[in-house]
């Protein structure tokens, strides 16, 4: 219900290996599965890709429009147009506070 296609069976880094016959895990009891397929995982997110773009003169926002002059029955009406143009991402910037990961599997607090 709602899945994101990330738990597909080898890819998902919490998972381990998939098998069932873990001897890590006990009954009903959750605990952190071994990672085994992706050494260097870890629940935390370090890194994420920035919203943000450069535009020619090396500005940086989230979106940059231009004042255009519309003329109009005679009369001068200023708009904002939208620039999508010349523009490059800021690319994947680094979070000063980590989080979790959404697909981590454990619980962390229960109220």
């Given at each position: 219900m709602g899945g994101s296609g990330s738990?597909?069976?080898g890819f998902w880094p919490f998972s381990g290996s998939g098998?069932?016959?873990?001897?890590t895990k006990d009954g009903n009891e959750q605990s952190m599965a071994r990672v085994r397929s992706f050494p260097s995982a870890t629940p935390f997110v370090l890194t994420r890709r920035s919203s943000m773009y450069f535009?020619?003169?090396g500005d940086l926002a989230h979106e940059f429009y231009e004042e255009a002059i519309v003329t109009k029955n005679g009369r001068k009406k200023a708009k904002l147009k939208r620039i999508q143009k010349n523009l490059t991402p800021q690319g994947i910037i680094k979070l000063d506070i980590p989080c979790i990961h959404v697909d981590f599997p454990v619980v962390l607090c229960e109220a």
């Open positions: 738990k597909s069976k098998s069932t016959d873990d001897p535009d020619e003169d």
